[in-house]
């Protein structure tokens, strides 16, 4: 792809390029007088210096360096020994052992031991507490087992791990300062208050050079770039490269709004996309880690799927597109004890608006564990509240969906929106290798042209409920379909199960 600006041929002499300069300064300065009656040098004018912010808050902000001892593995070549840890040493392992290479004189390779290696990494940090608070990425320390943090003096410090959380990649240390010294600490602001175009500077450790200060604004707010299951990153396009990794993002007040996480790069280096944990979400598991040591997230214990145009008009969704839909549920969990259904909309949790699926977990994680509270649901058109008490969610623990009891199968085959339907058979349970106690009606073929197959509906998947009705026989989908067509309906919604006994909702268009 050619650049942008290498399309544009520049003015053979001076003078010319003065000229066009200054008919396109005259034009874009009336253009901007005309329309928003300011000059352009007034209406994008940032910060004259940020040099006074970098003072003030360059001292809280910490290099991170931490290593991680590799076990020794059997030395199992001749030819050059090369110290451990140094620069392409595999590279320089595999080329001698493709080579034949092997093994020296009477000695096996298990009497010639290779010495224990180490493995370095380096990031940012920042102290939160004088005592020696210290925050950072998880992935920055890692499984380290030596971790020095080095402030913007030189001075090193050993520092131990208080906690530490993947799921939001934070981690915190603690250091002991050094008598008559002080460290300097900085505070969190409000990142829900910051905006799109808001300016902010970061400070980090870029590959291990040290503090360095880079400014830019916010880019946008609630990023989801699937690195896990809470994303709601800050983008900024203030430049953010590796070794950036843990440090601070400023507000204009010296706040840390922001916590350096992730870029978005095909070269490694910046490309004026970065990402940041927000300070309101980070601030939470942090105060958990420095508490517990660990983070105690909240359980509702349901499986949940986006709900889309087609999906909101089968369920009579009178407002839109909202909410999370609820595809299964826990029999052990709280939403079942709480009357939450398969089928269900959740719209709102604890007072706080759902907006999308991806908004209930980070929203239920960050609610306490035991809290009751107000969830509301939408269910068949209508809404209604049911009060949760919140377990804890463990990492470990596995949901297991809610089963459906329905009457024997039939075995008619017909078709219906571009699906052939039989009832389940005790041979077609052995062909298509269906979960014992799976009971709907088996789809036998899909028309590839059908928008059934568009939405990844395949032979061997059961319909367990067509527009939220339980159906056991190809009649009953039949229908329950003609019926939703006299209600006036444009689409239907069919709660699919696939042979191992997980479920899905698909909504389709009827017309």
């Known amino acids: 792809m050619v650049p942008v600006a ?22 874009t300065l009336a253009t901007s007088v005309a329309v928003t009656g300011l000059p352009s040098a007034a209406y994008a004018k940032g910060p004259e210096s940020l040099a006074d912010l970098a003072d003030q808050v360059t001292d809280a902000v910490v290099n991170i360096s931490a290593s991680t001892t590799v076990e020794a593995r059997p030395n199992t070549r001749s030819g050059p020994q090369l110290p451990p840890g140094t620069p392409f040493e595999d590279l320089f392992e595999e080329f001698f052992n493709k080579r034949g290479q092997r093994g020296g004189g009477d000695r096996s390779e298990a009497e010639r031991p290779r010495s224990p290696r180490k493995s370095n990494s380096l990031g940012s940090g920042f102290i939160i507490d004088a005592s020696g608070i210290v925050v950072t990425n998880n992935h920055v320390i890692g499984d380290a087992n030596d971790i020095q943090v080095i402030l913007h003096n030189g001075t090193k410090l050993k520092a131990e791990i208080i906690g530490k959380d993947a799921k939001i990649d934070l981690a915190v240390l603690r250091v002991k300062p050094e008598a008559g010294k002080p460290l300097k600490a900085v505070p969190f602001g409000d990142s829900e208050k910051m905006r799109p175009g808001d300016w902010v500077i970061a400070i980090g450790n870029p590959f291990g050079l040290g503090g360095s200060v880079s400014a830019g604004i916010v880019s946008a707010r609630g990023r989801n770039i699937e690195s896990g299951p809470y994303d709601n990153y800050i983008q900024t396009d203030a430049a953010i490269n590796k070794g950036n990794s843990g440090g601070p993002l400023f507000n204009m007040n010296g706040e840390v709004i922001g916590i350096n996480t992730a870029i ?105 564990v035991g809290k009751t509270v107000d969830v509301l649901v939408i269910r068949k058109g209508a809404e ?110 069919l709660l699919v199960a696939s042979a191992s006994g997980d479920v899905r909702f698909v909504a389709l268009g009827i017309d």
């Open 6 to 27: 290498s399309a544009v041929r520049a003015p053979r002499s001076r003078a010319l390029r003065h000229s066009l300069c200054s008919a396109l300064a005259a034009v």
């Open 264 to 368: 978005l790069s095909p070269t490694g280096g910046s490309v004026g996309i970065g990402f940041a944990v927000p300070s309101n979400n980070a601030s939470q598991v942090i105060d958990q880690l420095r508490e517990f040591g660990e983070v105690r997230r909240g359980w509702l214990g349901v499986r949940i799927q986006n709900v889309d145009e087609t999906t909101a008009e089968a369920l009579d969704m009178k407002d839109g597109v909202k909410g999370a839909l609820v595809a299964g549920v826990d029999e052990k969990g709280p939403a079942k004890a709480a009357g939450l259904e398969i089928g269900d909309v959740i719209v709102k949790f604890n007072g706080t608006a759902v907006k999308s699926s991806s908004d209930l977990p980070r929203i239920v994680a960050s609610t306490p």
């Open 384 to 493: 209604t509240t049911k009060s949760v008490t919140l377990g804890r969610l463990e990492d470990t623990e596995k949901p297991t969906l809610a089963s459906v009891k329905q009457p024997e199968a039939e075995s008619a085959v017909r078709q219906v929106l571009g699906l052939n339907l039989s009832g389940i058979t005790d041979e077609a349970r052995k062909r298509y290798s269906l979960k014992d106690g799976l009971k709907g009606v088996l789809v036998t073929r899909v028309d590839p042209n059908s928008t059934a197959a568009d939405k990844q509906i395949k032979p061997g998947e059961v319909i367990v409920e067509v527009g939220q009705e339980a159906v056991s026989a190809p009649a009953d989908v039949s229908k329950r379909i003609d019926q939703l067509k006299k209600d006036g309906r444009k689409s239907v919604l």
